[in-house]
């Protein structure tokens, strides 16, 4: 099992940036990939990016051009940099971690998630 501690979020006005984190431990030896969802009230959860142990990553269309995934292995951390927000960005964001790939980042294919951390942007 793999422990998720994410941290970063909080409250920016429309255009800001926010930097949120992933910390892992546990048996992460079995990692895919890891990645971010994104939870709106009222809302089903959605992917927002990833990145494989490869180092490749995806992102939801929305986000493109404005969201940036990383990581460092060194410290077992996924970052999300969010850059140009927008109102509807706002929500609560998971980690993800997933030990394999099914050919989509679906929230049915993920291993262990996140507490979750709030993202309010403000117009």
């Known amino acids: 099992q793999v422990q998720l501690v994410e941290s970063g979020g909080g409250l920016v006005q429309a255009g800001g940036s926010l930097r949120l984190s992933c910390a892992a431990s546990?048996?992460?030896?079995?990692?895919?990939?890891m990645g971010w969802f994104r939870q709106a009230p009222g809302k089903e959860r959605e992917f927002v990016a990833a990145?494989?142990?490869?180092?490749?990553?995806s992102y939801a269309d929305s986000v493109k051009g404005r969201f940036t995934i990383s990581r460092d292995n060194a410290k077992n951390t996924v970052y999300l940099r969010m850059n140009s927000l927008k109102p509807e960005d706002t929500a609560v964001y998971y980690c993800?971690?997933?030990?394999?790939?099914?050919?989509?980042?679906?929230?049915?294919?993920?291993?262990?998630w996140g507490q979750g951390t709030q993202v309010t942007v403000s117009s």
């Open positions: 993800a971690h997933f030990t394999y790939y099914s050919g989509t980042y679906s929230p049915r294919d993920v291993d262990s």
């Open positions: 546990g048996r992460t030896v079995t990692t895919y990939a």
């Open positions: 990145i494989s142990w490869s180092a490749r990553t």
